[in-house]
């Protein structure tokens, strides 16, 4: 068991006890773009096209794209262009099964940041979102929009995230209750794991080690007198 993994699993476990106790649900935060949605490939040949270069997901080393020589505002034109034009064409990463039934035990969101209108450097592109969803199966799940520049924790009544962001990774190990399995990427490889965060290599481990400590709770419970507790507890919940 590698490092960080027991102390998350454990975590997790006992969040997940005490608010099915109290009647409550644990909130899931799952984001899209470098975690669901594999954008980064076809964004670095919009800008390829564009310089002349031939950068690579490889060579993303760095979450503002300094790396390639960039930054977050001149990339932002070409997370919109393959948003809005090419959006079909953006890869899927994960399991939408695994992610429907985490909804039998958890609150599960898709939380994403970018512009809710035309404007600003991600605008216009929601609809496009939306139908991406759709066509990967996940259109009935509910999706949360922020403002990029709003997008922390305490913004945020979330317990668990999944997702890549480095930066979200910092504030929830100082952030007690909250715990993060974040996807790896050349531009998060620094963040270490520890009690609250957990490097996993796709959405996929998340959501299937979420669904393991959820079947071991309920399984616990079974055996012993918590079980009437967790059968009167608020949805999400499941004991079939």
């Given at each position: 068991?590698?490092?960080?993994?027991?102390?998350?699993?454990?975590?997790?476990?006992?969040?997940?006890?005490?608010?099915?106790?109290?009647?409550?649900?644990?909130?899931?935060?799952?984001?899209?773009?470098?975690?669901l949605a594999v954008i980064a490939p076809l964004m670095l040949a919009a800008f390829n096209r564009d310089h002349g270069t031939?950068?690579?997901?490889?060579?993303?080393?760095?979450y503002e794209f300094r790396s390639i020589g960039s930054n977050y505002e001149e990339m932002m034109p070409y997370y919109t262009e393959v948003w809005k034009s090419q959006y079909k064409q953006i890869?899927?990463?994960?399991?939408?099964?695994?992610?429907?039934?985490?909804?039998?035990?958890?609150?599960?969101?898709?939380?994403?940041?970018?512009?809710?209108?035309?404007?600003?450097?991600?605008?216009?592109?929601?609809?496009?979102?939306?139908?991406?969803?759709?066509?990967?199966?996940?259109?009935?799940?509910?999706?949360?929009?922020?403002?990029?520049?709003?997008?922390?924790?305490?913004?945020?009544?979330?317990?668990?995230?999944?997702?890549?962001?480095?930066?979200?990774?910092?504030?929830?190990?100082?952030?007690?209750?909250?715990?993060?399995?974040?996807?790896?990427?050349?531009?998060?490889?620094?963040?270490?794991?520890?009690?609250?965060?957990?490097?996993?290599?796709?959405?996929?481990?998340?959501?299937?080690?979420?669904?393991?400590?959820?079947?071991?709770?309920?399984?616990?419970?079974?055996?012993?007198?918590?079980?009437?507790?967790?059968?009167?507890?608020?949805?999400?919940?499941?004991?079939?």
């Amino acid at each position: 068991m590698y490092a960080g993994k027991s102390e998350v699993v454990g975590g997790l476990r006992s969040l997940l006890r005490d608010a099915y106790k109290s009647g409550t649900s644990v909130r899931v935060a799952i984001d899209i773009d470098h975690t669901l949605a594999v954008i980064a490939p076809l964004m670095l040949a919009a800008f390829n096209r564009d310089h002349g270069t031939s950068f690579t997901a490889d060579d993303h080393a760095d979450y503002e794209f300094r790396s390639i020589g960039s930054n977050y505002e001149e990339m932002m034109p070409y997370y919109t262009e393959v948003w809005k034009s090419q959006y079909k064409q953006i890869p899927f990463s994960g399991n939408v099964g695994q992610i429907k039934e985490l909804t039998k035990y958890y609150e599960v969101n898709i939380l994403t940041a970018r512009s809710q209108n035309n404007e600003g450097p991600t605008g216009g592109t929601v609809d496009a979102m939306h139908d991406w969803l759709r066509i990967n199966g996940l259109g009935d799940i509910h999706v949360e929009i922020c403002d990029r520049m709003k997008s922390k924790v305490a913004d945020f009544d979330y317990h668990v995230y999944i997702d890549d962001s480095p930066v979200l990774a910092k504030e929830i190990e100082s952030t007690e209750g909250r715990f993060m399995f974040l996807v790896s990427h050349r531009y998060n490889e620094h963040i270490a794991n520890g009690p609250r965060v957990l490097h996993v290599a796709k959405s996929e481990v998340a959501t299937n080690a979420l669904l393991d400590i959820a079947r071991k709770e309920i399984a616990a419970a079974r055996k012993s007198d918590n079980l009437d507790k967790l059968q009167h507890a608020s949805k999400p919940l499941s004991l079939r």
